[in-house]
């Protein structure tokens, strides 16, 4: 199936006369007949569901969609996408380890690799995404267990050269994973350029319609856990009887590692209600995107025009810096737009509240069009350094384009530019 296909089919077959829509099962447990069948269940839990903190089988179909779209071996959704990032390094960092990440990744990140990981004794190290080669392999430690970058960053817009950035993660024995939440499994398959796990925010393009919040980890099963670096994966898990991840499930041991130990212990797993709505969402995700990059595309080149914009963000753009890059590794260069208004913040600011259809919120990669001051609001807790080492401005503004008619935004970007 293609990817139109797969956004529709993917994940639940039903069978004769069962529902045409995918059930919601709402049901924190699951019934046996004997004891001796639970116990059974204990042992192998990947086999049967048990109880809904860690699979339910409405969020297994969406798993299943969404790891069918990215190519992959198996998924696991969790809450949030801050909760999949989170879980994607603890499934294979503990404390006294280290992992490389670029820069240029989303705040919200940044402050969960800077701060909260910290707490926990894992080490987060910086890399610059121009730095040589020689210059990131010397960042790398003995401790040191992944390379960490966004397919398009949030918000600078940076593409990941997806060839650097995997050969130098494999050269030194670890997996490269990738946030892949702008460009979607729809843009890019992060695995078919290196990436061993992808994971997303299904807050943003996956779920579209703004109703709820999620992620999704996704494993390759490409990566060797076998090489010396990854014990955790490969000798017996106490917590589960002795079981050996990479002896009992192969190729989705880290996935099945993250929904044995990490989600039976943080519980961090979506209602069946929620994806349910998720899978709504995905349905036309397909179709949504190629929409998002074609109103994307005349936007941006709309604000490349005018003379308040100093300058504009937009890998689709031909003389944008990540240009070569999104040609690459893209089908699309995605719904999102970065703006530096002439004025800085002042003018930033007058810009935004003047828009009328253009609505001013915490969002991004919603089915409305949206607007948001990265420096005042979603990066406000990131230092004047860090603002720049996430490539932010004052006069910066992401701009979301969503779904309405491409006329419409662009009357309203008009008379907003106009207001300064
Ligand atoms: C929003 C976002 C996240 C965090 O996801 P939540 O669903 O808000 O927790 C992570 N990465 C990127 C690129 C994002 O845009």
Request: charged share 25%; hydrophobic share 40%; aromatic share 8%.
């Amino acid at each position: 199936m293609r990817d139109e296909t797969k956004c529709l089919h993917s994940g639940y077959t039903p069978k004769n006369s069962e529902p045409r829509v995918l059930p919601i099962v709402q049901s924190t447990t699951y019934v046996y007949d004997s004891t001796e069948e639970v116990a059974s269940v204990f042992d192998e839990p990947t086999k049967s569901l048990i109880y809904s903190r860690f699979a339910n089988p409405t969020v297994m179909a969406v798993e299943e969609k969404i790891a069918e779209l990215e190519g992959g071996v198996g998924a696991m959704c969790t809450t949030s996408g801050q909760a999949a990032t989170l879980l994607s390094i603890l499934n294979i960092c503990n404390a006294g380890d280290s992992f490389i990440s670029l820069t240029e990744i989303y705040g919200g990140t940044v402050n969960l690799f800077s701060y909260t990981l910290k707490k926990l004794g894992i080490e987060c190290i910086y890399v610059d995404k121009n730095a040589s080669e020689e210059e990131i392999n010397k960042a790398f430690k003995e401790n040191t267990k992944a390379v960490f970058g966004e397919t398009i960053a949030n918000p600078a817009l940076s593409v990941l050269d997806f060839e650097k950035f995997s050969k130098i993660a494999h050269n030194n024995g670890v997996p490269l994973i990738v946030d892949n939440t702008f460009a979607t499994p729809v843009l890019c398959k992060p695995f078919e350029h290196g990436a061993d796990i992808v994971i997303h925010s299904t807050t943003k393009y996956m779920d579209g319609h703004a109703v709820q919040v999620g992620g999704v980890i996704v494993d390759s099963g490409n990566f060797d856990w076998t090489n010396g670096k990854f014990p955790e994966l490969v000798e017996p898990d106490e917590s589960y009887h002795g079981i050996s991840y990479v002896e009992s499930y192969g190729k989705a041991a880290y996935i099945v590692k993250a929904r044995m130990q990490l989600m039976r212990d943080f519980g961090c797993y979506p209602a069946a209600h929620s994806a349910f709505l998720l899978n709504l969402g995905l349905e036309t995700l397909a179709i949504r995107m190629k929409q998002y990059c074609e109103n994307a595309t005349a936007v941006a080149k709309y604000f490349e025009k005018s003379d308040k914009i100093e300058s504009v963000t937009y890998p689709g753009l031909e003389n944008d810096e990540n240009y070569e890059l999104a040609k690459k590794y893209l089908k699309g260069a995605s719904g999102v737009i970065s703006l530096n208004i002439k004025g800085g913040r002042e003018n930033a600011i007058k810009f935004m509240d003047a828009l009328k259809l253009a609505s001013n919120e915490v969002h991004v990669a919603d089915i409305r069009t949206c607007v948001l001051h990265p420096a005042s609001e979603t990066h406000r807790q990131l230092t004047d350094e860090q603002l720049i080492a996430a490539g932010i401005e004052g006069g910066m503004v992401r701009f979301s384009v969503g779904l309405e008619n491409i006329d419409d935004i662009i009357e309203d970007i008009e008379q907003a530019l106009n207001a300064i």
